[in-house]
């Protein structure tokens, strides 16, 4: 298995090659929010072209077979942006194969759940 505390800071530091090195030449990535679908120069292209310096912790991580689940919290340094990402890393002969990541941004309850008074904060 690879070390996805290791993937994500170098995907959180922006570092090019060291990003690459953690994939399969014929890897994708797949980001469904957004219906986009990425060879792995394209989304290095996309996360190290995003502006801004970024910071993140890797807050579960579970194991399946040649998957690997994570989810990642991820913020700019000066956090006005800041988002969970739920990534399912399939892994074969010790390189990603492919990723299938779901992002959503953080904030508040809707309105309509904070009328009704209910749930709590997590933190």
């Known amino acids: 298995m690879i070390d996805i505390q290791k993937f994500w800071a170098v995907v959180l530091n922006q570092n090019t090659n060291a990003i690459r090195a953690f994939f399969a030449p014929t890897a994708y990535v797949n980001w469904h929010n957004t219906n986009e679908h990425f060879t792995v120069d394209e989304f290095i292209r996309a996360n190290c072209e995003y502006p801004g310096e970024w910071t993140g912790e890797v807050e579960k991580e579970i194991q399946a077979g040649d998957t690997i ?3 990642t919290h991820v913020a700019t340094v000066d956090g006005r942006l800041s988002f969970h990402a739920t ?3 399939q892994v074969k002969d010790g390189k ?6 779901y992002w959503g941004e953080d904030g508040e309850a809707p309105k309509w759940r904070q009328d009704m008074h209910i749930g709590s904060k997590i933190k």
Request: net charge negative.
């Open 87 to 89: 990534s399912f890393i």
């Open 96 to 101: 990603i194969a492919a990723v299938d990541e």
């Open 69 to 71: 689940i994570t989810a």
